[in-house]
């Protein structure tokens, strides 16, 4: 554990770092970045879909399988598979979340499993999840942290959840105007809304707090979204947050779970290079503006004129979203599968992989370093030494 500069914060039975490493999909924080942040004594975070990605046996029982019960199957089993080694990697320090979509279809399916094969935490985004205590009922160990973006989504969840005698373990406050993959807003031109500022936001739910005669540190408050250093997180913390959630600098660290060439493109991405747009789950989305989606955006509109309902465009046998603009022909979200080309991502595939990346500078600039490094300088400030080619790409 590194020097606790900043002050630790409880979740549930477990003290750990102020720094919660966000879940990024498709196999982007799976054990080793995960299991990695939590031997270390914060929270690491597998995401959970599609992570057969990275086990070549449930890969080649996937090749020709067109049934999505044996595909839903085999992510399972990576789930199983991912959860174990970082807990192995993590050795009894920090925790291990699951982030888990709650657009996924097959989400409850995700939550537990991810449950019964001992995660620590569920944080869910993408959707309200105002059923997760009902998916988890069995496991009340098991922390629980929906992921809000303003004062009144976390308003609908606390009071659906008190109906059911739980609340929230922590909640983590994620800003759509800085954050990478898919945002908290449900319009593009609704992400630099105010109402998302961090100050405002944690003051409204500490006020909601006394209305609901809820203890303030009942529930930890965890930001997210652009904390890229030591002095904004003291300053969130000041604020009334127990911690921080941080995505992008963790992918590009050596222990990020995927290739290569993936974590070159986000840390060498300039401000102009990372957009926003309409995912196919119907979400703002922010990533690279690599040639794919370069080429893709020349054509959305064009691609949404002739969108039309027809499954045989998904990868054979996924039925990954409750909503898709490409299966569903939805024509006013985005006209392509998500799988496919996050899936290239991972695998380091610059011309058709969708790279997802937060809107700010990296810690580090352009260099890769260990997670030890990047949690050190984000707790106590002190910037790793930099030499040859390093020193030159921060």
Not at 72 to 83: S, V, Y
Not at 110 to 125: E, K, L, T, W
Not at 130 to 139: A, K, V, W
Not at 270 to 289: C, N, W
Request: overall charge positive.
């Amino acid at each position: 554990m590194t020097d606790a500069s900043l002050p630790l914060w409880k979740l549930k039975s477990r003290t750990l770092l102020p720094i919660v490493q966000g879940g990024m999909g498709i196999g982007v924080s799976a054990h080793r970045l995960a299991g990695s942040v939590a031997r270390l004594g914060a929270m690491g975070t597998i995401a959970s879909i599609d992570l057969r990605h990275h086990h070549a046996d449930l890969l080649q029982r996937a090749k020709n399988c067109h049934d999505n019960d044996q595909l839903d199957a085999l992510n399972l089993i990576a789930l199983d598979r991912e959860i174990r080694l970082a807990l192995a990697i993590a050795d009894g320090h920090g925790a291990i979340a699951v982030n888990v979509m709650k657009a996924v279809s097959e989400h409850a399916a995700y939550v537990r499993r991810a449950c019964a094969s001992g995660c620590h935490a569920i944080v869910m985004g993408a959707g309200l999840p105002l059923d997760l205590p009902d998916m988890t009922r069995e496991f009340p160990d098991v922390a629980l942290l929906p992921i809000l973006s303003d004062v009144r989504g976390v308003n609908i969840v606390l009071r659906k959840w008190l109906r059911k005698n739980r609340l929230p373990d922590a909640i983590v406050i994620e800003h759509p105007r800085y954050a990478g993959g898919h945002l908290g807003a449900t319009k593009a031109d609704e992400i630099n809304d105010p109402r998302f500022d961090f100050e405002p936001v944690l003051q409204g739910i500490q006020q909601l707090f006394k209305e609901l005669k809820i203890e303030r540190e009942r529930i930890p408050l965890i930001p997210a979204g652009g904390l890229n250093s030591h002095e904004k997180i003291r300053e969130l913390l000041g604020l009334g947050a127990a911690a921080v959630q941080i995505g992008t600098p963790f992918a590009v660290t050596e222990e990020g779970d995927a290739h290569p060439n993936f974590k070159k493109v986000l840390a060498e991405a300039k401000p102009q290079d990372i957009v926003t747009f309409m995912s196919d789950a119907g979400l703002p989305a922010r990533a690279v503006l690599t040639p794919w989606l370069r080429n893709y955006l020349k054509r959305e509109q064009a691609l949404q004129s002739h969108a039309k309902a027809d499954p045989r465009r998904c990868v054979p046998g996924l039925n990954c979203l409750t909503v898709c603009g490409l299966r569903d022909g939805i024509a006013k979200i985005g006209q392509f599968c998500i799988e496919m080309r996050l899936a290239d991502a991972l695998r380091g595939d610059v011309k058709k992989g969708l790279f997802f990346r937060g809107s700010e500078s990296l810690p580090f600039g352009a260099a890769i370093r260990p997670v030890a490094e990047l949690i050190d300088y984000l707790m106590t400030g002190r910037m790793p030494v930099l030499a040859g080619a390093d020193a030159a790409a921060a």
